[in-house]
């Protein structure tokens, strides 16, 4: 009768060291996973940071970029450019009309 007591003792004390071993490992795999997740998002928002940075950057460049478009498409650049190129203005300019011939 001794024996048989001690059995189901013995048993409950390894069911729950293995209860325990089983909750220790679950916190320690979702410790690390919850640190990996942490320095992942960290390092995400540092490289988001980083990209807005750039991107502001560009818009300055962008910015500077169409103003000078802007100056040098200008009419009186334009006229200064074909001064310098030798240009001839044009007098009286000669169009052709659209004929029957035209659109065969």
Known sequence: MYHTAALPAQKTKYSILHLNIFLLVGIVVFGMT??????????????????????????????????????????????????????VPIGNAAYIKDSDFALK
């Open 34 to 87: 919850y640190l990996f997740e942490i320095n992942s998002l960290s390092t995400k928002g540092y490289k988001i940071k980083q990209l807005e940075q750039k991107i502001k950057t560009l818009e300055v460049a962008n910015k500077h970029l169409e103003v000078q478009a802007g100056s040098l498409q200008s009419i009186s650049r334009i006229q200064e450019q074909a001064g310098k190129l030798n240009f």
